[in-house]
Structures are given as C-alpha cells and as structure tokens.
C-alpha cells in the first residue's frame, strides 16, 4: 500500500471541521471569532477571562487575544494569639491583569458567554 492510499483510508469518514462548526453550538464560537466578539469564559479555577476569541477546536481549546483575567482574593486567616488582641477581618480583593494572548485547555472551560454588545 501506497503512502498516498493510506492517507486517503486514514480520511474516510472524516468530516470537515469548519463545515461542523457553522452549524450547531459551536456555531456561536465561529460568530465570535469572525466578527471579533468579546467573549467572557469561565474557568475551573474560579477565574474568569474577558477577551477576544482568536480560535477554537472541538476540545474547547481556545485562543484569545487582548484578555483581562478576573478574580478575587481572600486574605488568609492568621491564627489568634490572644483573646483579647481583636483584628479587623480583611475583606476579599477583586484583581485584575491584562494578557495579550492566551492559550486555554479545553477541560479548564466551564462556560463561554458573548458579550451582547
């Protein structure tokens, strides 16, 4: 068998992936990157990421461009060395950083939504 005949058996059945992204779920990612949409996603680490979709596959694996990851931190808790000495609790910070590119593995994604604008 040939290499070329291989490769063909190999790509029986495949399906073109662009051709299945234009329809379905899927089709909202496709909007969002060819109409540069902002998109907020939200991610297993409690994080979430504003930003423009640059590409995407079928794992939800993403490229985003000019993202602002979002989150909040909680002060840790110090042990109490006397009853009396009282200190004031720390209220949770929200944080920010700017990226300008980021790549997203796809298990990490809960959910992608459009920004309505």
Same mark, same amino acid.
């Given at each position: !068998?040939? $290499?070329?005949?291989?490769?063909?058996?190999?790509?029986?059945? /495949? *399906?073109? /992936?662009?051709?299945?992204?234009?329809?379905?779920?899927?089709? !909202?990612? *496709? /909007?969002?990157? $060819?109409?540069? &949409?902002?998109?907020?996603?939200?991610?297993? +680490?409690?994080?979430?990421?504003?930003?423009? @979709?640059?590409?995407?596959?079928?794992?939800?694996? @993403?490229? !985003? /461009?000019?993202?602002?990851? @979002?989150?909040?931190?909680?002060? #840790?808790?110090?042990? #109490?060395?006397?009853?009396?000495?009282?200190?004031?609790?720390?209220?949770?910070?929200? #944080?920010?950083?700017?990226? #300008?590119?980021?790549? &997203?593995?796809?298990?990490?994604?809960? &959910? &992608?939504?459009? +920004?309505?604008?």
């Amino acid at each position: !068998m040939s $290499r070329t005949e291989a490769y063909a058996l190999d790509r029986v059945g /495949e *399906t073109n /992936e662009d051709e299945s992204f234009d329809s379905g779920p899927l089709s !909202m990612l *496709t /909007e969002c990157v $060819r109409n540069r &949409i902002q998109v907020l996603v939200s991610c297993r +680490n409690n994080r979430k990421l504003l930003g423009y @979709l640059k590409a995407f596959d079928r794992h939800f694996n @993403l490229l !985003m /461009e000019e993202v602002t990851e @979002l989150w909040t931190e909680r002060p #840790k808790k110090k042990k #109490k060395k006397k009853k009396n000495n009282k200190t004031k609790q720390q209220q949770p910070q929200n #944080k920010d950083r700017f990226l #300008k590119k980021l790549f &997203i593995r796809g298990d990490s994604v809960i &959910i &992608i939504l459009k +920004n309505p604008k």
